[in-house]
């Protein structure tokens, strides 16, 4: 959920009406926005920085309000006023694209070479706008706030905006070799090729991110205008040519993208938002969407009452006469309405999901437990009721966990591994218990001895015959750690736990225990647990060295089985 | 005893009262025949005291009318004050058999030089006295122990004087008689008629002081006799089988301190809170859904759901992808291609995401992000059934997150789902059943909130102790999108809710940091504490 911040005097202004702080984190919450934190900016350094670094910064009051992550009409002060407002029963604005007074209209052309990198551009102006310092900051924000969202980081759409009176159409949008491509990028002082743009922002602590998206290309994707002035080189940087300021009057707004669909939402963000600003408001260049609606969600309102609630959420509506239908007009700023159900939902939440009244389906069934899981819940009460204490470890970890310290090999664990790990705790789903247990008991070295632990839970092996190649496998482990090993207090735990699971001691039918070799297990102290033939799991005395792999300094018995072959 | 008691009284704040030295036969009569156990650490002690028979000193308390003091009792006896205070502690012990008051009383003493003088006189009266009426020669008196300090002080006192012309030499006579003795010897004969004054210029002499006496005035308890047994610690078989425990007493107990902790195991608080999850699903008829798989396809855990393949969800920085086995095979390809059609084009009453769906993207592998995608993989199935049959289902298992870590947030979490398909269902449905679900937990008050994820509506819960709105977790129904490529029935409605397992159980135990709860890093003292999960009390 992205978390726009405005400044609470700006907005309040913008809404034309003061609130509390309360009065408006309900409204908010009534629309379906959250208030997520009432701060300032010296607040904000003081915690991320210190307190020597906030001196100086502003005192203005700044909400931070948490907007629903597809409502890319959300993301700025403007849009959040605006939708607050017709909420609020003021009239929603409605869009209109325009021809410039002169006639004929910006062109932008796309050459075939972009189709390699780049493929879609999609452009718009918005004419005799008067910028103040907020709005064009808002502008900026607005701009960024969509690359990390709907734009994936610029992977998917880039915005690039223009002072449309340094530069002179039709503009052409083509791909070239980097060396090829040379200008003066914003806020830089002299030309500089592509190539060197992309070495010059490998140290650009912002920049930098967006660099592998063309990097390997064999062409960069470039904007001129008809007199060779470069624009833009999406994704990466504007030229400081064209870059607008205060006094910027007319705006060309360009999307490059490797999504048309992508392009065209934040395109016509970016208008409909700042299009309030224009000489004549709300206009400039893309059409409306009409879509007819049936079925409305409250089946006691009536379709005007419904009508009334999606006016109020923007999604200006009217019965059409014809039985209960309603003809409703998505304003280009929703691009997240793309089937009746979405526009249902505006209608229940302009009712209030509070006010609808609670029934009770009349949907009968029987309950009934997952026998592996019904199996898991009976055996761990008894468990404990043996003196064992319930450990809760995580299905991650290291590589090393399951392999140099409990000295195995890699090959031998059958593990499955993470890709994208950010530290090495999550580099392997956990191919078995012991490991968890024995950092449990490393956390704990201050409590009184013996410390006895036990844990049943899933281990994931890899398994072809799964549809993804792995499965879980659940596992029951416990551990005994005190000054003298305590096999036979292991062994004990493995007699009890037989004996609640029905399976008697007994050779061949029952279940026995026989010397078996184990790394992980101090030699000549390790035997395998078979039941009615079949190996089920290990128990013994660790390895000292598995010992002081995981810190700690006694001796420890442990015992790990399948509990699946006893379903 | 008096081991025990010196632990309370240092020796130097309180003297029992001093008496005069007692034969040593007198001690041992009285003494060495007292109850062993009463002396066990008397022997120890650096003084000797003679002890006292406790039912001597209770034949005393008998007699007397309405008790007697400590000190009375020793002297009468011929005993060191210490003995009777022993037997007083050893009689206090056994209950209510003497009442005890500790009092004090003060009175002069003479100091050892103080005796001497009061013996034989102050050395000014030694001199005084040591001349005869014919007076006696200086030089001979400077002779006498005494002679010069008796002899400057009877000068200065002007009880005698010095005829220096006398002849044979200087001869000293008497002038008056001894004051300081007949005031000494009225103290020592108990009368204390001496004047205030008086009292404290001798005391400044050093030959007064003033002493606290501490004894027990003693009277008869509750449950007075004058025989007495020794209490009894702990009841025993043997008692039990002679009866000899009817005529026992027994050491009262200390009911103040705690009792030993048992050994036991415990299970750990956030499994007992899914317990009681589980009870609450099944008590209102919920079937528990297989979900012990952890790795899982893109497909289900995102495609199928209607969840775009731009979704920032599917991001590298929010899901864990899994490098080996790195992909999934084996969908069911006609559904496949129905989810492939309303993602890139539509259908079902839907624009779709309008973009090129990549069968590889869904072929990737990842830990689940959801419960939900094992919701998908059941609702599949229930729509492979010839005949629709309504179905509630719930699972309360692990998902994985690749997020970044904190105080609340850990890259794993239990995940409790609840999902309900029938025919015809309504969101008044969904808020009934979220409802019921949340006031099995408690009392509660829920605020609705926006959608968030493509395929849900998003609910706020407040959980009642707390000032702010907490987020529990969100609910919805399912999106025409998901259901109907699935080949479920158009009229039917799946409405479905999650919310975490850690959340709620950090605050039902007051448990502000996550890592202490969950992970290696637990602490086992809170493990061994926790009380029972009573979620609606």
């Avoid at chain 2, 830990?367 to 309360?396: C, D, G, N, W």
Wanted: charged share 25%; glycine share 6%; with cysteine.
């Amino acid at each position: 959920m992205p978390t726009v911040s405005v400044k609470r005097d700006l907005l309040f202004q913008a809404l034309g009406k003061t609130y509390t702080d309360e009065e408006f984190d309900e409204l908010c919450f009534e629309f379906g926005l959250e208030l997520d934190e009432i701060t300032t900016e010296r607040e904000q350094i003081s915690r991320e920085q210190g307190d020597c670094k906030a001196s100086g910064a502003s005192e203005v009051v700044l909400y931070k309000i948490d907007v629903p992550a597809n409502r890319y009409d959300l993301l700025c002060l403007e849009g959040i006023a605006r939708g607050l407002q017709v909420f609020k029963d003021k009239c929603a604005p409605r869009y209109r694209r325009v021809s410039p007074a002169s006639g004929e209209p910006q062109r932008l052309l796309v050459t075939s070479e972009t189709a390699a990198v780049r493929p879609h551009a999609v452009a718009a102006v918005l004419r005799d706008i008067t910028f103040t310092q907020e709005r064009y900051d808002s502008f900026i924000e607005l701009q960024e706030k969509l690359h990390q969202n709907v734009c994936r980081k610029r992977t998917l759409v880039a915005i690039g905006t223009h002072d449309l009176d340094t530069v002179c159409g039709p503009f052409t949008y083509t791909a070239k070799l980097p060396a090829d491509i040379h200008f003066r990028p914003l806020n830089q002082t002299q030309e500089f090729t592509a190539v060197e743009l992309m070495s010059l922002y490998k140290t650009d602590s912002h920049l930098r991110h967006y660099l592998h998206i063309i990097e390997d290309k064999p062409a960069y994707p470039v904007i001129y205008d008809s007199n060779g002035v470069v624009l833009s080189m999406p994704p990466i940087i504007n030229g400081d040519h064209s870059k607008i300021s205060l006094k910027t009057k007319n705006v060309f707004v360009e999307c490059t993208a490797t999504d048309l669909t992508k392009a065209k939402i934040v395109l016509d963000m970016m208008v409909t938002m700042f299009s309030e600003y224009c000489a004549e408001p709300f206009t400039y260049t893309t059409t409306t969407l009409t879509q007819p609606v049936s079925s409305p969600p409250l089946q006691s309102e009536s379709t005007e009452r419904i009508a009334g609630l999606l006016t109020k959420m923007c999604l200006r509506s009217q019965p059409t006469g014809a039985g209960d239908q309603i003809q409703v007009e998505i304003p280009p700023t929703r691009s997240d309405v793309i089937h009746a159900c979405d526009i249902m939902e505006d209608a229940a939440m302009a009712y209030g999901f509070n006010n609808i009244p609670r029934t009770t389906p009349g949907t009968y069934t029987v309950a009934n437990q997952y026998p592996l899981n019904k199996l898991t819940e009976l055996l761990r009460q008894d468990l404990a009721a043996a003196g064992f204490t319930e450990a809760l470890n995580f299905a991650l970890c290291s590589q090393e966990d399951i392999t140099d310290k409990l000295r195995k090999k890699l090959f031998e664990t059958r593990a499955a591994h993470i890709a994208n790990p950010k530290t090495a705790e999550f580099q392997v789903a956990r191919t078995t218990l012991l490991p968890g247990l024995l950092k449990t008991i490393a956390a704990n070295r201050k409590m009184p001895l013996p410390l006895k632990l036990f844990e049943i839970s899933d281990v994931v092996l890899k398994d072809e015959t799964k549809d993804v190649g792995a499965r879980n496998s659940r596992r029951l482990c416990a551990v005994f750690y005190h000054r003298s090993p305590g096999f036979e207090v292991i062994h004990g735990l493995l007699d009890r736990a037989m004996q609640l699971l029905e399976v008697a001691p007994a050779r061949g039918t029952g279940y026995h225990i026989q010397a078996a070799d184990d790394s992980t297990f101090f030699p000549g102290r390790c035997a395998e647990v078979f039941v009615c033939g079949v190996s089920v799991g290990r128990l013994g005395v660790l390895h000292p060295d598995v010992i002081q792999r995981f810190e700690l300094t006694m001796p420890c018995s442990a015992l790990e089985m399948d509990l699946e072959p006893f379903l | 005893m008096f081991a025990v008691l010196h632990l309370f009284l240092p020796v130097d704040s309180v003297i029992y009262g001093r008496l005069p030295c007692i034969p040593a036969s007198v001690a041992r009569l009285v003494g060495k025949s007292g109850p062993n156990w009463q002396h066990c650490s008397v022997s120890s002690t650096s003084f000797p005291v003679s002890s006292l028979r406790m039912d001597t000193l209770l034949r005393r308390v008998e007699e007397a009318e309405d008790g007697v003091d400590s000190l009375q009792v020793a002297g009468s006896l011929g005993l060191d004050h210490q003995a009777v205070v022993g037997a007083v502690k050893s009689l206090i012990a056994l209950g209510e058999v003497i009442s005890a008051d500790l009092r004090s009383s003060k009175h002069w003493e003479l100091t050892e030089e103080g005796k001497e003088i009061a013996e034989q006189g102050s050395h000014e009266a030694r001199v005084f006295g040591s001349i005869p009426d014919e007076g006696l020669a200086q030089s001979e008196l400077m002779k006498l122990s005494f002679g010069k300090v008796g002899f400057s002080k009877a000068m200065s006192n002007k009880w005698i004087k010095v005829d220096k012309t006398h002849e044979g030499g200087a001869r000293v006579f008497r002038a008056v008689v001894d004051q300081v003795r007949e005031k000494l010897l009225q103290v020592q004969g108990g009368a204390e008629k001496l004047e205030e004054k008086e009292k404290s210029e001798l005391k400044k002499r050093k030959l007064l002081s003033e002493v606290t006496v501490k004894s027990y005035w003693i009277s008869k308890g509750s449950s007075f006799s004058t025989s007495i047994t020794k209490q009894e610690t702990e009841l025993t078989t043997e008692m039990i089988a002679s009866g000899s425990w009817k005529e026992k007493t027994f050491k009262p107990y200390n009911f103040e301190a705690l009792g030993v902790a048992p050994d036991s195991g415990h299970l750990h608080p956030l499994l007992k809170v899914r317990t009681q999850f589980r009870q609450i699903f099944l008590e209102m008829g919920f079937s528990e859904m297989p979900t012990n798989n952890f790795v899982e396809s893109s497909f289900w855990n995102f495609d199928s759901l209607f969840q775009p393949q731009q979704h920032p969800a599917r991001d590298q920085h929010d899901t864990f992808f899994i490098s080996d086995p790195a992909q999934a095979k084996g969908f069911p390809e006609e559904y496949l291609e129905r989810v492939r059609k309303v993602h890139s084009e539509g259908g079902y009453g839907s624009q779709g995401y309008k973009y090129d769906w990549k069968i590889e993207e869904a072929q990737k592998n990842l830990l689940r992000t959801h419960t939900t995608a094992v919701s998908a993989r059941m609702l599949y199935k229930l729509a492979q059934q010839e005949e629709f049959k309504p179905v509630k289902y719930f699972s309360i298992d692990r998902v994985f997150r690749n997020e970044t870590l904190d105080a609340t947030h850990l890259a794993e979490f239990h995940q409790i789902e609840g999902v309900v398909a029938d025919r015809g269902l309504t969101l008044g449905d969904l808020m009934g059943i979220l409802h019921q679900f949340f006031n099995k937990l408690g009392p509660y008050h829920t605020r609705s909130h926006t959608p968030c994820c493509p395929s849900k509506y998003q609910f706020l819960n407040l959980s009642i102790g707390l000032k702010k709105w907490v987020e529990l977790g969100n609910s919805g129904v399912f999106r025409p999108e998901m259901l109907l490529p699935m080949g479920l029935p158009e009229d039917v409605t799946v409405i479905a809710w999650g919310l975490s397992l850690e959340r709620p159980t950090m605050i039902k135990y007051g448990i502000n940091n996550i890592r202490e709860l969950v992970g290696h890093k637990v602490n086992l003292q809170m493990v061994y504490d926790s009380p029972i999960c009573r979620l609606d009390s």
